[in-house]
């Protein structure tokens, strides 16, 4: 199907971005035009169409060559996205160390994503030698910049007390941030906290929020997790946790069968 696109949409990296929720195809076609024209915003938003398959033809090895000719010119979080197919092989050979590089690079530009990229891979010593200390500091700068994954993080360096002084009220603090700006992990972290000061009605309120936006590896994980506590109400959404990745998992077995077909 052809649109007709007036120019200023495709010379606007927001309308183009709002356009991919309304019509992905529409949107592919003025992302094409903008990137031929040179829009900064919409070469990066070509390179994600392409990884994802949204409104195009997935070309995960294309995305990446638009990932790299936008991150030269200077765009932070294409700079962060080859980091991400670097670190997880989508459409290039998986090296961690390169993609440390670019994190690297992107964080300390002073993006919040690549600054929480990082410190994943400090954390773990996956691609560069393992380092605590920088990987909080990087939780913590990305945390203070409203990333609201890195807030769940440094929560959970400040509860354990890892490489820092333990400080539950900051801990505490820091998951009731995260919970709000709709981390899920965040939000199963802030229901503990709510659970172990006996506020059940508002923990399990938040661990239901957590359930609706969870993924996999998290379901799995927390469906144990809560199997085992004490509240028997919370005991009892164990079984809808385990329900839900049942659930995804056999919706992403369906679209590998489609990519395969």
Not at 100 to 122: I, K, P, S, T, V
Not at 129 to 155: F, P, T, V
Request: aromatic content about 8%; hydrophobic content about 45%.
């Amino acid at each position: 199907m052809s649109y007709q696109l007036r120019r200023e949409e495709v010379l606007d990296g927001d309308r183009l971005k709002a356009m991919l929720d309304e019509s992905p195809a529409r949107a592919a076609q003025a992302i094409l035009i903008a990137a031929r024209e040179g829009v900064l915003d919409a070469q990066a938003l070509l390179g994600q169409i392409l990884l994802d398959g949204q409104g195009i033809e997935k070309d995960p090895p294309l995305a990446v060559r638009w990932f790299d000719i936008t991150a030269q010119r200077g765009h932070l979080m294409a700079r962060n996205m080859l980091g991400r197919c670097h670190e997880h092989g989508w459409g290039c050979v998986a090296d961690a160390s390169t993609a440390a590089e670019h994190y690297r690079q992107a964080a300390e530009a002073g993006l919040d994503w690549a600054m929480y990229n990082y410190a994943n891979l400090l954390a773990t010593g996956r691609g560069v030698i393992e380092d605590q200390l920088q990987a909080l500091s990087l939780y913590r700068c990305a945390a203070e910049l409203g990333h609201a994954k890195s807030m769940n993080l440094l929560g959970r360096y400040l509860e354990d007390g890892r490489v820092c002084p333990a400080d539950p009220q900051a801990a505490r603090y820091w998951y009731r941030r995260s919970a709000l700006g709709g981390d899920f992990r965040g939000q199963f972290s802030y229901a503990a906290v709510l659970a172990d000061e006996g506020n059940i009605d508002e923990a399990l309120v938040w661990l239901r929020k957590a359930l609706a936006v969870g993924n996999l590896n998290f379901l799995r994980v927390a469906s144990q997790a809560l199997s085992s506590a004490s509240n028997p109400h919370i005991r009892e959404l164990a079984s809808l946790y385990h329900q839900r990745f049942i659930q995804l998992n056999d919706e992403r077995d369906v679209l590998r069968v489609v990519e395969l077909v």
